[in-house]
């Protein structure tokens, strides 16, 4: 059964962190690209962020660099974001997937995600 389960989201006001968490089976996650996506409501599901199998490369969204992080523990199986300096737009839920690209059609498995609210 390949599973994505994400954990860390919760309420936070602007210009704090929180840390999200993506655990993996095993056969999901072992060589490949994970990427981190939200959606809020009433809006399309966006990229946020993704990282490759040796973490060398990282790519992420404009409204996001600078501030947000993804990392990965391959020996966890177990994908991160780092979220600092939050602000009321990145309210969402968020979702990590395996695959690449930008577009959520490129990604096959996915998590039930987590909300992230900030408030101001």
């Known amino acids: 059964q390949v599973q994505l389960v994400e954990s860390g989201g919760g309420l936070v006001q602007a210009g704090g962190s929180l840390r999200l968490s993506c655990a993996a089976s095993?056969?999901?996650?072992?060589?490949?690209?994970m990427g981190w996506f939200r959606q809020a409501p009433g809006k399309a599901r966006e990229f946020v962020a993704r990282i490759t199998w040796s973490g060398d490369n990282r790519y992420y969204a404009d409204s996001v660099k600078g501030r947000f992080t993804i990392s990965r523990d391959n020996a966890k199986n177990t994908v991160y974001l780092q979220m600092n300096s939050l602000k009321p737009d990145d309210t969402a839920v968020y979702y990590c997937?395996?695959?690449?690209?930008?577009?959520?059609?490129?990604?096959?498995?996915w998590g039930q995600g987590t909300q992230v609210t900030v408030s101001s």
């Open positions: 997937a395996r695959g690449t690209g930008t577009v959520p059609s490129r990604y096959d498995y």
């Open positions: 095993g056969r999901t996650f072992s060589g490949y690209t």
